[in-house]
Each structure stands twice: as structure tokens, then as C-alpha cells.
């Protein structure tokens, strides 16, 4: 075997064990952030409990908006593999935009 096969047949294993290497950390990224993602979408949900909170319809339909808007960007990146723009949220933040139009 010449010396540019050996080479290249070491390049071949280096590159498997970068892929390897970086679909583990994927994983451990994944995990962790979706779980986090989903804790905090399950404390927003707590919102709802009338006995401690007082809020409208049009609110209610902000948030579930903005969340439903995320998770869009979320599939268009995954699609793109692009970068996201970091937007956050406010309420009354769409009715605001809405009047100075």
C-alpha cells in the first residue's frame, strides 16, 4: 500500500469519528434544549389558572402566536440550516405595531 493510500484512508477514519463526534453532541444539545424549551412552554402555561391570573382572549392569542411563530422559524432553519434573527416577545407588542402602521 503507497504512503497517499494509507492517507487517504486515514483522513476517512478521521472524518467518521468528527461525524460521530459531532451528531453526539447533537444529541446532548438537542435534549437539553428541548427539554428546557418544553419546561418553559409548560410554565406559560400556568398562566391560565384564573384564580391567579386576569388576562384576555387577545392576549392569550398573542402568546399562542408568538410561540407558534417560533417554532415556524425553528422548522425554516432546520430546513435552511440558516441563521434565525433573535426576536422577543412582548405583550401588546403586536396591537402597538398594529396602530402605528
Not at 398562566?47 to 402568546?63: C, H, Q
Request: proline share 0%.
Amino acid at each position: 500500500m503507497q504512503i497517499g493510500q494509507k492517507y487517504a484512508r486515514l483522513l476517512k477514519v478521521n472524518e467518521k469519528e468528527s461525524m460521530s463526534r459531532k451528531h453526539d453532541n447533537f444529541v446532548r444539545l438537542a435534549e437539553a434544549r428541548v427539554n428546557k424549551a418544553l419546561d418553559a412552554i409548560r410554565i406559560v402555561g400556568n398562566l391560565s389558572n384564573r384564580a391567579y391570573y386576569e388576562y384576555s382572549e387577545a392576549e392569550v392569542l398573542e402568546i399562542v402566536r408568538a410561540l407558534n411563530s417560533s417554532i415556524a422559524d425553528l422548522k425554516a432553519q432546520f430546513n435552511r440550516a440558516g441563521q434565525a434573527t433573535k426576536q422577543g416577545f412582548r405583550l401588546g407588542a403586536t396591537r402597538k405595531a398594529q396602530i402605528d402602521e
